[in-house]
């Protein structure tokens, strides 16, 4: 009897077991899609070394593993946009001192190929003031000096007139002075003249000369993707949920540096896959059809969210929300919601159940903001949300964003809180 008895029991845990989902979300693995795509073998997600394809093809993989059904040939919806790339050589030395790549210098996002060598020209910030300053610079060549300038000085440049600025983009390069951190980003155009930043910190006070190389390739229609799954509705198969985040980050500069992109946005990405194999279990598939996004070229322009609007792969009027992920690597201070202050009763919805099943410390609300790849679709009246951690460290497109030093402290909570939204606006007459 005893021994039957434990049996029965054993028996009917293992029932139970075996109606339950599987875990709300299984951390490791979300650790292990930030790590991969983070990781050296994807070339910082950008046009270099087709990191991005890598990232995609690495997507494609994930996608069909989870079984989402494709709402394109093989997920992947293309197109092209011009950028600016840094696939070779990126070297500064300044006199005796080489400068690292990415670590003690970056390259502006429009900048022009460099291979040169010659003094230094700092700025005289009294042009800003005297017209005679103005004169004395016109007077001076700087074809072959490199000028020096300090971060707050570049915003005070278009205010000069024509002749002078024009007279200090002949100069043979432009070097800006940064204090704090350097932040890159990326451009849609190339500049005739090669611009740096570098940390302030590490520039010698008396630097005479300097010796740049920097191979900076124009890439005027570069093909990228955006990769598109989705999981069809049992009950409203026309009415769409939609999950967003971007998957491309900022890519290299030069042979070794890269920008991993962990918290922006492989955390997004981890999150996006999360809920995929959340909704795909056959426990918890949705009543509406739910689609998954994986966007290209967000730090080129939100140009991969931009394309998707304009072709639609969904009709944009039959999507209930969407949610779009972005930087949901930490979180000891809890999410904001961008359009959280414009869509209120779905603001509403979400502290509720914040509240009910103490997810994350704090939610905040915004208003509007062109930051990330909501932003096209709420422009163009599809509800929708973008929520975001926050919390240290902020390491943010940097050589430092990644994958080991991500905490991730929010992310179980953000999970959490994520499904309950979806699973609540997808319940019929929601
Ligand atoms: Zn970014």
Not at 51 to 69: P, S, V
């Amino acid at each position: 009897m005893r021994c039957l008895g434990h049996f029965v029991v054993l028996a009917a845990l293992f029932t139970l077991w075996a109606n339950v989902p599987a875990p709300a979300q299984d951390m490791n693995r979300a650790r292990r899609t930030i790590a991969t795509l983070a990781s050296s073998a994807f070339h910082g997600r950008g046009y270099v070394k087709q990191g991005e394809h890598k990232a995609a093809a690495y997507l494609r993989k994930r996608f069909a593993d989870l079984g989402l059904q494709q709402l394109a040939p093989d997920y992947t919806q293309s197109f092209s946009l011009p950028i600016n790339t840094f696939p070779g050589h990126a070297a500064l030395r300044v006199d005796e001192l080489s400068l690292r790549a990415g670590e003690d210098f970056i390259a502006e996002p429009g900048s022009g190929p460099a291979k040169l060598e010659g003094a230094v020209f700092t700025l005289d910030t009294l042009i800003f003031t005297q017209e005679a300053a103005q004169q004395q610079l016109l007077a001076t060549n700087l074809r072959a000096h490199s000028l020096v300038l300090r971060q707050p000085d570049v915003a005070r440049l278009s205010k000069l007139p024509a002749a002078v600025q024009e007279h200090l983009a002949s100069a043979a390069s432009r070097i800006t002075l940064v204090q704090g951190k350097l932040t890159a980003s990326l451009a849609n155009q190339q500049l005739a003249q090669p611009q740096v930043q570098v940390l302030a910190s590490k520039w010698p006070s008396a630097a005479k000369t300097i010796r740049l190389r920097l191979d900076a390739v124009f890439q005027p229609a570069y093909q990228t993707q955006n990769l598109v799954g989705y999981l069809p509705g049992r009950v409203h198969p026309d009415s769409f949920l939609v999950v967003t985040a971007h998957y491309d980050h900022l890519g290299m500069l030069g042979h070794r540096a890269y920008f991993p992109g962990a918290n922006d946005n492989a955390s997004g990405t981890a999150m996006l896959l999360e809920l995929a194999a959340h909704f795909a279990q056959p426990a918890n598939r949705p009543a509406c059809s739910l689609v998954f996004i994986a966007f290209g070229a967000e730090e080129a322009g939100l140009l991969g969210s931009q394309y998707f609007v304009e072709h639609p792969l969904v009709p944009l009027p039959s999507i209930r929300f969407l949610l779009n992920l972005d930087l949901l690597g930490t979180g000891q201070e809890g999410a904001t919601v961008v359009n959280g202050r414009v869509f209120e009763a779905q603001y509403q919805l979400l502290t509720q159940l914040n509240a009910a099943g103490h997810y994350l410390p704090s939610l905040a609300a915004r208003g509007r903001a062109a930051n990330s790849d909501h932003y096209h679709f709420s422009e163009r009246g599809v509800p929708a949300f973008f929520l975001y951690t926050r919390g240290t460290p902020t390491f943010y497109h940097d050589v430092q964003d990644r994958a080991a030093t991500l905490p991730l402290t929010g992310f179980a909570g953000a999970f959490g809180l994520l499904r309950d939204f979806l699973r609540t606006l997808d319940t019929p007459g929601k």
